[in-house]
């Protein structure tokens, strides 16, 4: 975890928010998601200040509202089957606009929109500001399983090696007149993939025995020591304390 290594999500800046420990941040955005989803239904009007306080770090990270928009659209799968809740959901049933919606379709279909576009924005702020390095050294520091940190490192990196080589390959075919047009051209695409495995396989084992001959012994040394201020825990801790705040109100409202 000593190479630094960006990713699309990650928008360099040098905010206040970029430059918390990036173990506070992680703590602070899954408190946050926990308060969300414990929050009740009922209680419309508590998701649009929890939306106002995700809008605040925004801002506070110079994040662009439509970076955050963009890469909202991860979530549309599950506007889709929120979408069709009102219409397979049993129960009692109201007309809307000349259709028969179930009433707990209509609930749940709002609970999974609005938990879950909240929670999807919360991690994307994450992402946003925190660089996969840091994230990294961020679980690595909540104690998360070293074996589960290692995992996580290794597919992030060969993600990209493999992105790579699959682009590599494509330039290949492309040299060579190949334009996949239809079904007959799916025995050469498959064969690429089959091909694409076993380069990556080939490569996996390479890297692993070069581990081991440097003393790689089932753990990763720690090039940084992330620590945190009680300022700093006080300043990201801020978010999901004051979406607690809403969330009790909305329990007791």
């Known amino acids: ?18 430059g918390l420990p990036p173990h506070t941040k ?12 414990s929050t009740p239904r009922e209680a419309m009007w508590a998701f649009g200040l929890y939306a106002l306080l995700l809008a605040t770090v925004a801002y506070a990270a110079r994040v662009p509202p439509g970076f955050l928009l963009k890469r909202l659209l991860i979530e549309v799968p599950f506007v889709a089957f929120a979408v069709l809740m009102p219409f397979v959901a049993e129960g009692e049933r109201v007309g809307v606009l000349g259709l028969s919606l179930s009433v707990n379709g209509l609930w749940g279909a709002w609970n999974v929109l609005a938990k879950g576009t909240l ?33 996580a490192s290794f597919m992030i990196r060969y993600g990209d090696v493999i992105t790579d080589e699959m682009r590599r390959m494509r330039i290949a075919r492309e040299s060579r007149g190949f334009e996949a047009k239809g079904v007959r051209h799916w025995g050469v695409l498959a064969k690429s993939a089959g091909a694409l495995f076993i380069r990556s396989y080939e490569r996996g084992e390479r890297v692993h025995l070069a581990m081991v001959s440097r003393g790689y012994a089932g753990s990763m040394p720690v090039i940084d020591e992330v620590t945190a201020s009680r300022a700093q825990w006080s300043y990201a801790l801020a978010l999901p304390c004051a979406a607690l705040v809403v969330c009790l109100l909305g329990w007791t409202l």
Do not use: D, N
Request: glycine share 8%.
């Open 1 to 18: 975890m000593g190479a630094g290594h960006a990713h699309r999500l990650y928008r360099h800046g040098h905010s206040p928010v970029h």
């Open 119 to 151: 929670g999807v924005a919360a991690s994307v702020l994450l992402a946003s500001t925190t660089e996969l390095r840091e994230l990294l050294l961020g679980l690595q520091r909540l104690k998360l399983p070293p074996l589960l940190v290692q995992i």
């Open 26 to 37: 992680i703590a602070a955005a899954f408190a946050f998601v926990v308060v969300v989803v």
